[in-house]
């Protein structure tokens, strides 16, 4: 697991909060989707939804759909 701390001000306010995630890799990701009968459509690499690269994208943001 990671754990991240994100921390932001907003209207003069300030927000901390601690998120615990556990990292998947995608044959993994498409393991879990297909057991929820759903299939992958979209995979981008970073939030410019830059082309996905498995050893240098620092995000993985997929789009599945219900499999009909």
């Known amino acids: 697991h990671i754990i991240k701390t994100i921390s932001f ?3 003069d306010e300030d927000f901390k909060f ?7 890799d995608l044959q993994e990701m498409d393991s879990f989707a297909a057991n929820a009968g759903l299939k992958r459509v979209k995979i981008w690499g970073d939030y410019n939804l ?6 240098n994208s620092t ?3 997929i789009v599945f759909q219900k499999i009909k």
């Open 50 to 55: 830059d082309v996905f690269d498995e050893k």
């Open 9 to 11: 001000n907003d209207k």
């Open 59 to 61: 995000r993985c943001i």
């Open 18 to 24: 601690e998120e615990k995630v556990k990292l998947h």
